[in-house]
């Protein structure tokens, strides 16, 4: 899930990780910030000219963002 404001930073990444699915936030919820989630590990990524990223390793915090991010991708948000 991305915010579309932040397609100018994502863009680039995503030319070199071709595996890599989007769909973009509203308006409404417009934010620079997004998560990635990849086994026990949550990183927060804040798209700016130079990206900040955080990591949090834990299980049950992964597995928490992942619900919320499966509602989301299921059809809490529409596609650009």
Same mark, same amino acid.
């Given at each position: 899930?991305?915010?579309?404001?932040? &397609?100018?930073?994502?863009?680039? /990444?995503?030319?070199?990780?071709?595996?890599? &699915?989007?769909?973009?936030?509203? +308006?409404?919820? #417009? #934010?620079?910030?997004?998560?990635?989630?990849?086994?026990?590990?949550?990183?927060?990524?804040?798209?700016? &000219?130079?990206?900040?990223?955080? /990591?949090?390793? +834990?299980?049950?915090?992964?597995?928490?963002?992942?619900?919320? /991010?499966?509602?989301?991708?299921?059809?809490?948000? #529409?596609?650009?």
């Amino acid at each position: 899930l991305c915010d579309p404001e932040a &397609e100018k930073y994502v863009g680039r /990444f995503r030319r070199s990780h071709a595996m890599i &699915e989007l769909k973009y936030l509203t +308006n409404e919820v #417009s #934010s620079p910030t997004v998560v990635w989630l990849f086994g026990d590990t949550v990183a927060t990524v804040v798209w700016q &000219e130079e990206p900040i990223v955080t /990591f949090i390793r +834990n299980k049950q915090i992964a597995e928490h963002y992942n619900k919320y /991010f499966e509602y989301l991708w299921k059809g809490g948000v #529409s596609m650009r």
